[in-house]
């Protein structure tokens, strides 16, 4: 994760972007994880209007950033929870939120869980599985696609924190 990290500005900066439809992406990332899910995993349900949805981007970087925030979100939901994917085209852009029912993020750290080696694991999750890394990354390649990645939480009608919520945006091409 650390050389990865290191690669990412040099990598985005000589490669050309070219379009990338997330759609399918988007729909292979669901689906394989409802095809392997075990009984007590959450459930992902995607909500995507039909059609393509094509940024200019690199395709395999793409696919990590939502990989890390599908995975994260999955991480963090209870059994037999869920955890949405909602894209759509708006102004410009493709927008992506992909939300859990996780304890959401310490209003404190909404800032500080992008930067490199923040860690907010999961109860009972073994130390040392992960870098601290992934969200770090997510975002040099989002911002180095020129778009944007944001944190919040979901909240509830009674504004309590219902989980977490992340939004990719990236512009249309």
Same mark, same amino acid.
């Given at each position: ?5 290191? /690669? ?7 490669? +050309? ?16 994880? #409802? ?23 690199? #395709?395999?970087?793409?696919? %990590?950033? $939502? /990989?890390?925030?599908? !995975? ?6 209870? *059994?037999?929870?869920?955890?949405? +994917?909602?894209?759509? =085209?708006?102004?410009? =852009?493709?927008? +992506? *939120?992909? #939300?859990? #029912? !996780?304890?959401?993020?310490?209003? %404190?750290?909404?800032?500080?869980? $992008?930067?490199? $080696?923040?860690?907010?694991? @999961?109860?009972?999750?073994? $130390?040392? %599985? ?11 390649? +989002? ?11 979901? /909240?509830? *009608?009674? !504004?309590?924190?219902?989980?977490? /919520?992340?939004?990719?945006? =990236? @512009?249309?091409?």
């Amino acid at each position: 994760d650390i050389s990865d990290s290191s /690669r990412v500005d040099a990598e985005l900066s000589r490669t +050309v972007s070219t379009p990338v439809d997330i759609a399918p992406i988007l729909s292979a990332l669901a689906e394989l994880h #409802e095809a392997t899910r075990k009984e007590d995993d959450a459930i992902v349900v995607l909500e995507a209007p039909p059609g393509p949805m094509v940024v200019r981007g690199v #395709e395999g970087r793409i696919v %990590q950033v $939502f /990989r890390n925030l599908l !995975g994260n979100a999955i991480s963090f939901s209870p *059994a037999k929870g869920h955890v949405w +994917v909602k894209a759509r =085209l708006t102004g410009g =852009l493709a927008e +992506v *939120a992909i #939300e859990d #029912e !996780g304890p959401g993020i310490p209003e %404190q750290k909404l800032e500080s869980i $992008f930067e490199r $080696f923040y860690s907010e694991r @999961p109860r009972g999750e073994r $130390f040392g %599985q992960h870098s601290g890394l992934g969200l770090s990354i997510s975002k040099q390649i +989002v911002e180095g696609l020129r778009g944007t990645i944001t944190a919040e939480n979901r /909240r509830n *009608a009674d !504004g309590g924190v219902a989980g977490a /919520r992340f939004v990719v945006r =990236l @512009p249309v091409g």
